[in-house]
């Protein structure tokens, strides 16, 4: 039913009323908020891959993943990497193995699809080295013939261009395990080929520019140096790494509480000798267990959690919404949340030595690697909340400040991890190796200081320079966390607005023009994932409840909120409500890596619109 223009405001408000009780439903009795964090098959597929080379893989689990991965494949045979997405060759690749691993035969029709998918896009050769590497796992491939990186490598100084703390923190805490596992170069060969994924056809070619052929060459040296290594150098360089990897895993068993490094370094320490009953091999086994959904729908790993994350925009939106703040429901979350703060120093600290600990994590459990994001969010939640007895927000608040890079952005984990030297190495041809800043981690920041009055400071003066001239030319802003210029857009306005720029700023008036020229027809907005690629997807997709959101809370700070944009966005959000008063959302709206990797995050389809609702009708 459509909603008339003078029913807006009733509907929108009994809209709200149902998302109100709908989020405060989903809360833990601990306090905390977690929806699902949904990727694709390659996390799974790994884990049955993890299992078999660690001799543990059960049956009826595999055959349990196998219902999910077969309830994922495409008409046309292959596996996407988002709802929606096109095939991926990699991606196809892996559950194509992961489904014959659990006993599909290859004679079957789904798995004849896949694997005439994978020849007709250049066969297993041209898949990335990640899935190369799994395969050599299981004696599908050649360990000789994937780039290597040697565990001399952490033996590099801090300040090496080719120093592991010159990669972001996940691709760092990835990449010390492999140095371990091309080292040792394990396998536990599984009983079936994979002749029907060949075509002939090599890995594809060097990068033409002159970097990329260097690294090329230095990967062959690697590899030469590795038949032959130095003995001493080379065993002293892995009781390093291996000292490195056990130091950082986490009190749930996790490393980072992310999956690619986590299963790598089980595989190196199992590899360098650690028995399944060994302490650190068992916590991190059981961690996985915890990680694991198994419904209907089939069994599935989470590549990560974010209850942080989460909890912290349930309170912001539950506010927004209304919600005293003296509700048991805000208590309660923000108890959990003061609880999350972490009081050690992590890898962080390698840059900023002087830097007092202090922020918060995504996650359950992660001790080395507090975010700004997260704390940026997890500081406005507090403080807005009047929350505050340990003094973990003011503790948070320095610490976030304390990590702004040198242009005056932010990013995520770490200060001025901005080269572009090791983005060249030939074992990099998949995801994000790098975390410089972002502009919604900077608008995070900003609007958190502006809440405490600081936006008259050096450190946001540095921070909103920095946003104002990331602005691109048609007035989005890219977003690295979320999809994409949407996210951007809708998380830098309320920054902006907050640092006292009004509506006739150009930068605001910029953005405000460029959100209403991408609304869908029917009042929503939505991008479609393609734009990390395709600039031409930017702003353009089918439309999504949080991205939806993410515009109307961007409107509503540019002053809009009761404008015909607004009220259109509006009135999508109230027509697509379920009875319950969530929104169904099968597209993914996060982002991991861009280009690569991305998130649907079950929470968000529930916290945002109450979020933007609260913010636009509660004026």
Not at 71 to 83: E, H, I, K, V
Not at 219 to 232: E, I, W
Not at 393 to 413: D, Y
Not at 590 to 600: E, I, R
Request: proline letters at 6%.
């Amino acid at each position: 039913m459509t909603v008339t223009a003078d029913r807006a405001i009733d509907a929108g408000q009994a809209a709200l009323s149902r998302a109100t009780r709908h989020l405060l439903s989903l809360q833990q009795p601990e306090g905390w908020w977690k929806g699902e964090l949904e990727t694709n098959v390659t996390i799974d597929s790994e884990d049955l891959f993890l299992r078999h080379y660690l001799g543990i893989l059960d049956a009826a689990a595999a055959a349990r993943t196998a219902t999910w991965i077969r309830s994922r494949q495409r008409p046309d045979g292959s596996w996407a990497t988002y709802f929606g997405g096109p095939g991926d060759l990699s991606t196809t690749v892996e559950a194509w193995t992961a489904l014959r691993l659990a006993g599909d035969p290859q004679d079957a029709a789904h798995m004849r699809r896949a694997a005439a998918f994978v020849r007709e896009s250049g066969g297993v050769g041209r898949s990335r080295v990640f899935t190369r590497m799994w395969l050599s796992l299981l004696g599908l491939w050649s360990w000789p013939e994937v780039p290597t990186l040697p565990p001399e490598q952490i033996l590099l100084p801090v300040r090496s261009p080719l120093s592991i703390y010159a990669f972001g923190c996940w691709a760092r805490q990835t990449i010390v395990a492999l140095t371990v596992v091309t080292a040792l170069q394990p396998s536990q060969p599984v009983p079936f080929g994979i002749e029907e994924l060949r075509t002939g056809l090599p890995p594809l070619g060097p990068p033409k520019d002159l970097w990329g052929r260097a690294f090329v060459a230095l990967d062959r040296v690697a590899h030469a140096y590795g038949r032959r290594p130095v003995g001493p150098l080379r065993r002293h360089a892995l009781r390093v790494a291996e000292r490195w990897i056990v130091d950082r895993q986490e009190r749930d068993g996790s490393w980072g509480g992310i999956q690619p490094p986590w299963v790598w370094s089980l595989i190196g320490l199992h590899a360098l000798g650690y028995a399944l009953d060994h302490p650190v091999i068992a916590r991190g086994l059981a961690g996985l267990d915890t990680f694991m959904l198994d419904d209907d729908l089939g069994r599935r790993l989470e590549a990560c959690q974010s209850p942080v994350w989460d909890t912290a925009l349930a309170v912001i939106a539950l506010l927004d919404a209304g919600v005293d703040r003296a509700d048991s429901a805000i208590v309660r979350a923000c108890e959990w949340l003061v609880a999350q703060e972490v009081s050690t120093r992590g890898d962080w600290a390698v840059r900023r030595p002087e830097l007092a600990p202090g922020g918060f994590a995504f996650e359950f459990a992660n001790e080395n690697y507090p975010d700004v994001d997260d704390t940026a969010v997890v500081v406005l939640a507090l403080r807005r909340a009047g929350y505050d007895p340990t003094g973990a927000a003011t503790r948070g608040l320095e610490w976030m400040l304390g990590m702004q890079s040198r242009s005056g952005g932010f990013g995520a984990f770490d200060v001025d991890n901005v080269s572009e030297l090791v983005k060249k190495l030939a074992f990099c041809d998949f995801g994000a190796v790098t975390d410089p800043p972002s502009s919604d981690v900077t608008a995070h920041v900003l609007e958190t200081l502006a809440f405490e009055g600081r936006h008259g400071s050096a450190a946001a003066g540095r921070a909103l320079d920095w946003l104002l001239r990331e602005q691109e030319r048609d007035g989005s802003w890219f977003g690295r966390w979320g999809a994409n210029y949407v996210y951007g857009t809708g998380s830098v306005l309320p920054a902006l607005t907050a640092c006292g720029l009004g509506g006739e700023h150009p930068a605001v008036a910029a953005g405000l023009h460029w959100l209403r020229s991408v609304q869908n027809p029917e009042g929503g907005f939505g991008e479609d994932l393609r734009s990390y690629r395709d600039r031409s997807w930017s702003g353009r997709g089918a439309s999504t409840a949080s991205q939806t959101a993410w515009a109307l809370v961007g409107l509503h700070a540019a002053g809009e909120g009761h404008g015909e944009a607004a009220r259109r966005a509006v009135e999508w959000l109230v027509e697509t409500q379920r009875g319950d008063g969530g929104w169904d959302e099968p597209y993914y709206t996060g982002t991991g890596f861009p280009g690569d990797f991305y998130l649907n995050y079950h929470l968000y389809r529930d916290v945002f619109p109450v979020m933007a609702l609260g913010r636009v009708l509660g004026e």
